[in-house]
């Protein structure tokens, strides 16, 4: 493709998007006139003015995300406690109840915008070889942000944590805090034993499907997979449709299901647009005592009597820790960093599920009645905007990226494994089907490669194969970029460190092929984008040479970084929080968010994230039970809005 070609592109992009997001804002006006259930005006939660924060609260919590949300409602339940959240963001707009178009919250003023350090290794189709990493930077999290999809992992997964040395945290000691958390409404598995359906977060299937669903399904079958009603039940090694946490067909984030419900507890106050700097410790006594926060573009202080908690996420707890004087020795001394506790982990233990989109299928409709895939063109339509705002229907209320989900086992895994390797998306919406507007804007493609390798087939029918690597070996790890805590940490993924990872993901990418030959999806006439036009970027390799050229360029998140304050004995020179989350050497301060995985868990981790907060709830509220009983006209703060949930 030319240069006439890529410019033909950037500029249709360039025009699409203004347009794209004009459609967005006459959308969230029209909510607000006709979805009286998305505005939830009664229940929003109210943010709390400067001069009404207290100067000393119980508990502080740092970070409102799937963790923090969870933390802070759970703690406020004690009426004896007082608990201020800080959230460095907003509050949830009405857009992001819209399950379809989740990807145009990416780079906008709810994420925190990350992108890794450049490297030649991989993420080689984005600008200047940075991938672009999603956190959510509001109230919520990234439970705002994300997919919706609710997979809990596989029970070895816990176990293994266990061996680790972390005691409790096996999978018999989980399950109960997954059911405490879950409201499921699929009638199919909310009777199963292993599910709960009293608890905050509700969980259902995706509202509509697309007409490739069933081509999907058969596909499984004849591939000879076994076909369940979910994936979180008994056996792993399933194909099946996609829960997610959702609730009537809306995004259900832990700001709605868990915030929303007790705003109106008097011991509970939450700041929102808050940026926490610093986490006061005393290093003497080696406690921390307090926050250093800016709110309204002024520095604020505010004390905790028993804990600082830092839920601010696996990329943004661990800079925090590291500019307040926790984490290895020599990176803080480099920026002048007086070292309260020398943590060498800090930072170290990252692992993110990489995953390889670009496996594009072109179809055609046997039956020649149109398309039988999504595209953007047809969300913007009058008829599928009326039947969002007046039917609560329609392809608005689709998650076509992953219509069936599947997971399997490559030649790499042990044999007879009962935990999967890969993880498999069908997807009924692929990077041509927005024409570049959103999700190449969202994975920061170059306007080359995106023109070279889609730009032909842009809204033509096709399906998409997404493979996940489950179970990476290799370990990337964050550095502190500044003691200015307004700059963003520096992300070294380490992608493909380990040979075994991308070889496990080329294995993914084979069995994708294999299903695209499946009889029930031979009649669409697929054609592999890749063999449509001998233009595009890996064309002229062969065999294991074109899959590693597709893997290291089009290596894409899946919003799962992890590992990063890990969770460990002591005896683990990496690890930095305690089996109860505490931070090894410092009193009153835990970590409860994703990074205190110590490995990353199989499948989505949004579900594992909000379960470890409940936990460690439980844990805080175990860790004070001798001095609650002190009290004896202490009562349970259960104070909730029943006909809300």
Not at 191 to 211: C, D, I, Q
């Amino acid at each position: 493709m030319g240069p006439f070609e890529v410019q033909a592109t950037l500029l249709r992009i360039s025009f699409s998007r203004p347009a794209s997001v004009l459609m967005l804002l006459l959308l969230d006006g029209m909510i607000w006139l006709q979805r009286p259930d998305i505005v939830d005006f009664h229940n929003r939660i109210q943010d709390i003015p400067p001069e009404f924060i207290y100067d000393v609260y119980d508990f502080v919590i740092v970070g409102g995300g799937s963790a923090g949300a969870t933390l802070a409602a759970r703690l406020s339940e004690v009426c004896d406690w007082d608990v201020l959240l800080l959230e460095a963001g907003p509050d949830e707009t009405y857009i992001s109840d819209i399950p379809y178009v989740y990807p145009v919250l990416q780079k906008s003023k709810l994420d925190w915008s990350f992108k890794t350090m450049p490297n030649e290794s991989f993420c080689q189709a984005m600008q200047n070889d940075q991938c672009a990493w999603p956190r959510g930077k509001v109230l919520g999290g990234s439970s705002v942000l994300n997919a919706m999809m609710y997979i809990r992992g596989n029970p070895e997964d816990y176990d293994e944590w266990e061996s680790f040395g972390n005691i409790g945290w096996s999978w018999k000691d989980v399950l109960p805090y997954f059911i405490k958390m879950e409201n499921v409404r699929d009638p199919k598995i909310a009777n199963k034993p292993w599910h709960g359906t009293t608890g905050p977060l509700t969980v259902e299937l995706f509202k509509n499907r697309s007409e490739l669903y069933p081509f999907f399904v058969e596909a499984a079958k004849q591939m000879g997979e076994v076909w369940a009603d979910e994936m979180n039940g008994p056996s792993q090694l399933v194909f099946g449709p996609l829960h997610g946490s959702i609730r009537d067909g809306l995004r259900c984030s832990t700001n709605k299901a868990y915030l929303r419900p007790v705003g109106m507890r008097k011991n509970l106050h939450i700041s929102l647009n808050t940026m926490v700097e610093k986490i006061l410790i005393d290093p003497e006594e080696k406690r921390a005592y307090g926050v250093m926060f800016n709110k309204e573009n002024r520095q604020r202080y505010v004390l905790a009597t028993k804990e600082v908690i830092l839920s601010a996420g696996s990329l943004n707890s661990p800079q925090l820790l590291m500019l307040s004087g926790v984490g290895p020795r020599k990176e803080l001394e480099e920026h002048d960093i007086e070292v309260i506790q020398d943590s060498p982990g800090v930072g170290q233990n990252l692992q993110d599920h990489v995953g390889t989109g670009g496996l594009v299928y072109l179809i055609t409709n046997p039956n020649k009645t149109g398309p039988l895939s999504e595209n953007m063109l047809e969300s913007i339509r009058k008829t599928s905007i009326e039947n969002f705002l007046f039917n609560n229907s329609g392809i608005l209320m689709m998650m076509p990226i992953c219509e069936v989900m599947g997971f399997i086992n490559t030649k790499y895994n042990p044999p007879n494994s009962t935990r999967p390797d890969i993880q498999l998306f069908m997807a009924a919406e692929t990077d041509v089907s927005d024409g570049g507007t959103w999700a190449a804007y969202g994975s920061s493609f170059t306007y080359e490669y995106y023109a070279e390798n889609f730009g032909n087939w842009i809204y033509h029918d096709a399906f998409l194969c997404l493979p996940l690597l489950l179970r990476p070996l290799s370990r990337g790890y964050l550095k502190l970029t500044s003691k200015n805590p307004y700059i963003k940490i520096s992300i070294y993924p380490n992608y493909f460190a380990v040979q075994r990872d991308i070889d496990t993901l080329i294995e993914g990418l084979k069995y994708c092929l294999k299903i695209s030959e499946s009889p029930v999806l031979a009649t669409l006439s697929p054609t592999f984008i890749y063999d449509a036009d001998k233009e595009t970027t890996c064309y002229n390799k062969n065999d294991e040479k074109f899959f590693d050229c597709l893997v290291r360029h089009y290596s894409q998140t899946i919003y799962h970084p992890v590992g990063t304050t890990k969770m460990g004995p002591k005896t683990d020179p990496l690890a930095v929080v305690d089996a109860r989350l505490n931070v090894h050497g410092i009193s009153g301060l835990r970590v409860i968010d994703a990074g205190v995985m110590p490995t990353i868990t199989s499948g989505n981790t949004n579900a594992p994230t909000i379960m470890i907060a409940e936990k460690a709830s439980d844990m805080i509220k175990a860790d004070y039970m001798r001095e609650l009983l002190k009290k004896p006209d202490l009562k349970p703060c259960y104070t909730y809005n029943y006909l809300y949930h």
